[in-house]
């Protein structure tokens, strides 16, 4: 069913939990399509959803679970999760959200520490993976989603049941109301972290029902509509986003990231919200395709996407849609609207011809609109879906903040280059990192929020939650960046992020290396340098330059040493004109900023080698540790 009539938002009084809220939705749109997952066999219309949530809510009353208890709901996202954890969270009780890939001993610990009197598990194989510690800890219940066999609970201390098993038993039983409070506990979500064990953020119904109700009017999903989900639904991104399309009646098509291709190309996505390296990696696999297909097409569509850019940076600039303080003078404005209008027939002839067959060959020419957010996203990815009509938003949040914060509209105030305003109820200043005092515009400084989506504080850890908190009430998110005229918010890094050199200079790394990953021929660098004479940088180099420097990647171990770098002198050069090149080109760089040595790493960085976050963030810490040698090296010289 379509509906394609803009529906008034709607206004949540009166309800106090997540759970009654999304429940009232599931009614109100009972005969839309709410679920295709074609890779767990799950499709449900939204009454029928409801219906799925309600028997398992009774099934987990008949367990014993009641207000207040701690249910770990382990899984990556799928067609039963949403009915699961709202049911959860109808019981009164707070769902404790991890992936069911994160390693065992943090599950184990996440178990523990949370104080779980039960778990859902996603499958047997992460229910057989868990059963030594099953065996020694005492749970009232584990319930497994997916099973295909009869499940071994040969010394497991809880009763072992299938998905099946809670269904039956609601079906049995009859549902007691439990009175709730928007202050109440609703959910657990678990960092990763870098180092240490992760931190439990502690989130209340108040902090997701704001999200819902204040996020629509910035994107304005309808029932009907087509999303993708393909991010992790135990981070804070996924889980609001999949919410609010609940919230809105929307079908959503659970995909992988080995299927995101094609279901992109096969479902006529309406909306999509993902990550910045999925969009890297779209943008990407249009160029390696043209290029495959046809030289000259590639060629083609690169110059016209390169007039394009042109025409956009120069429309922006001559609107005064920028983000520095720097070209907001009258001839700056006269002389970048000159040339625009000679550029403007070109992008116009482009959009209406190549971008359109190109859009329609991906899969992106239905979206409506779509978020880029859980990371930065690089200018290079900003500037070319801008370039082709890609309506794509720039969101800003953390876990800590349920998460969205800011969200940037796109159209006439689009602002290339910044997380956009803040969401209304969102009081947001930037503040001398050391006195908290607040700066004044284009000034860069600390984050730091207040508004009904920040956390009730880390579960358990009131002294970790003591320091990320102002006497006043902010939180502080550890994000470095400055307000424009137009309340627009440039992220330029994490105070965390920021090298101190030895001479007692701040480096800021992320926008040397947004602007170094221009190169076609570096896929992945970190600055590195704490605390020493100079910057240096750990180098991914993409397959376009092993293959240009005749490296085979099936035979790289022969150009690897022995702290496992690549140790070739043409790779060397090709990668050090690249950063000099690219550094050269970004603007108002100082001399300490320059990059003075590097290393080309045989292996990149990735969720799978623990380098990488599940939202595709760099773990540095971690990055810093394992190339603690390599790094030494650099300056050993």
Known sequence: MENKQVEKVVCYNGMNSLSEVLENCMERFSEYHAITDKYNNVFMTYGELRKTMNLFATGLQALGIKKGDKVGLFAESNGMWMATSMAILKCGAVDVLRGSNAPIEELEYITAHSDCKGLVLRDEKLY?????????????????????????????????????DILKLGEENTFKPVKMKRSDDCTILYTSGTTGNPKGVLLSHENSIYQLEV???GFQSQPGEKTLQVLPIWHSYERIAQCYYASRGCNMHYTTLAGLKNDLATYDIDTFMSVPRIWEAIRLGVYQKLKQASPAMYNIFDFAVKTSISYKIHKMYGERRITNKWNYHFWSTVYHRVVRSFIKPLHILFY???????????????????????????????????????????????????????????GDKNFLGC?????????LKVVDPKTFKPLPTFSKGLVIVKGPQIMKGYYKDPEATKKVMTEDGYFITGDLGWLTRDNNLVLVGRLKETIVLSSGENVEPVPIEEAILLSPYIDQIVLVGQDKSGIGALVVPSKEALEKCGINMKNIQSFKNSRNTLNHSELDALIKSEINTHIENKP????????????????????????????QKVKR????????????????K
């Open 419 to 427: 997380a956009g305003s803040p969401i209304a109820g969102t009081d």
């Open 215 to 217: 996020v629509h009017d």
């Open 128 to 164: 057989y993976a868990l059963k030594p510690f099953l065996e020694k800890f005492k749970l009232d219940f584990v319930i497994v989603t997916y099973v295909k066999n009869t499940l071994d609970a040969k010394n497991v201390k809880a009763k072992v049941y299938s998905y099946g």
């Open 588 to 615: 108002n760089l100082r001399a300490f900023e320059k990059v003075k040595s590097f290393s080309v790493l045989d292996e990149g960085f990735s969720v799978d080698n623990g380098l990488m976050s599940a939202t």
């Open 352 to 410: 209406n011809t190549l971008y359109k067959k190109i859009k329609k060959a991906v899969g992106l020419d239905k979206i409506r609109a779509s978020i880029s957010g859980g990371g930065a996203l690089s200018m290079q990815d900003e500037l070319f879906y801008d370039a082709i009509g890609v309506n794509l938003r720039i969101g800003y949040g953390l876990t800590e903040t349920a998460p969205v914060l800011t969200l940037r509209n796109v």
């Open 621 to 636: 810490n971690k990055v810093f540790e394992k190339y603690e040698e390599v790094i030494g090296s650099m300056y050993s």
